[in-house]
């Protein structure tokens, strides 16, 4: 099973998108893991996950996350900002599938 894990300030804003994400990912009938940590817990959390997300309000730590997680061999990108604020959680799924297919 493929784990997305989602990176905002406290974990707080993207719970709502992980649920959104959660019954998106059910409705396609895909088995994935989705989960919200706050970036404090970036770095013992992204191991242990396929791919990191980060909500626009913490994308200014893109390439220090990036540069730490390659060590794991994991890929972060930030989420766009549009697609965060309307919870658009489709595009923001099909942004993370395309990041664990590559």
């Known amino acids: 099973m493929k784990k997305i894990l989602l990176c905002c300030s406290a974990g707080m804003s993207t719970s709502l998108l ?3 994400m959660i ?3 059910d409705d396609r ?3 994935l893991e989705i989960v919200a940590y706050p970036m404090a817990e970036f770095e013992t ?3 242990s996950c ?14 220090e996350f990036k540069k730490y997680a390659a060590e794991h061999n994991v890929e972060v990108a930030a989420i766009d900002p549009m697609a965060y604020g309307t919870m ?4 923001i ?3 993370a599938l395309k990041m664990v297919a590559s």
Not at 52 to 59: A, D, E, S, T, Y
Not at 88 to 91: D, I, L
């Open 18 to 20: 992980v649920k959104k």
């Open 23 to 25: 019954k998106e990912a």
């Open 29 to 31: 009938g895909l088995e």
């Open 45 to 47: 959390e992204v191991a």
């Open 50 to 63: 396929d791919v990191c997300l980060l909500g626009p309000q913490v994308r200014y730590k893109l390439n």
């Open 88 to 91: 658009n959680a489709s595009k």
């Open 93 to 95: 799924l099909d942004s």
